[in-house]
């Protein structure tokens, strides 16, 4: 099955997912914006993340933007499920062996598949509860405020990203966007913040990426 079939697979199987999750929330803080979809998202237990070696913050208030990064690792043309899940554990293994984080920094991975997974541990459950969200490590001086969505590959040095990642970030931007209350105009990039590559060709495309999100948002 090549990646576009996977995608609109998934899209499909989200849009459907989305649906029924609505009718089982509580409160009405989906009401009025059809185009918003729960995409499906591979916690930390199902694609096998050790435990944090330490202790996961969780801050008791809604993050205020997302910051968009990518992982620098290589542009993988295997857009498999699988791939996500070993590339969810090389970027914790890094972030834990190399950095010395208690977890891996970003909250949540888009793989260039378009298969998304939580990063840092408990970023699912508190992206559901739309309250609060866990301290990550991904954006100096900005990570008490943001969400930090990585993207893999690496997209500084020429390489755009495959048509299904885009698609799966602005679905995932969107839901997060929307269980946080969050705008789309807040949605940036690392290098906004720091002295960095990061997010490459990524931050060229925010604008559309705002405008994306902001149309699913309505
Ligand atoms: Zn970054």
């Known amino acids: 099955m090549n990646g576009e079939k996977s995608l609109r697979r998934r899209l499909l199987l989200a849009g459907t997912a989305g649906l029924v999750a609505a009718g089982a929330l509580q409160g009405t803080a989906r009401a009025g914006t059809a185009d918003v979809v729960e995409p499906d998202i591979d916690s930390t237990r199902t694609w096998g993340a050790r435990p944090p070696q330490g202790g996961i913050s969780v801050l008791r208030y809604r993050p205020s ?52 997974t939580e990063g840092r541990h408990d970023s699912l459950r508190t992206l559901y509860g739309g309250s609060e969200f866990v301290l990550g490590a991904h954006t100096a001086g900005r990570n008490d405020q943001a969400i930090g969505i990585a993207s893999e590959g690496s997209y500084h040095a020429g390489a755009l990203p495959p048509q299904a990642q885009w698609d799966v970030l602005v679905v995932l931007c969107a839901f997060v966007c929307e269980r946080y209350g969050i705008p789309a105009s807040r949605i940036h990039g690392h290098k906004d913040y720091s002295a960095t590559l990061c997010p490459g060709v990524y931050h060229d495309m925010l604008p559309q990426l705002r405008g994306e999100v902001a149309a699913r948002l309505g």
């Open 65 to 116: 933007s997302i910051i968009v990064h990518h992982t620098a690792s290589a542009n993988s043309s295997d857009f498999s499920r699988a791939q996500a899940h070993s590339h969810a554990r090389w970027v914790q293994n890094l972030h834990m062996d190399k950095n010395g984080w208690v977890d891996t920094g970003y909250h949540f991975l888009v793989s260039r598949g378009g298969w998304i």
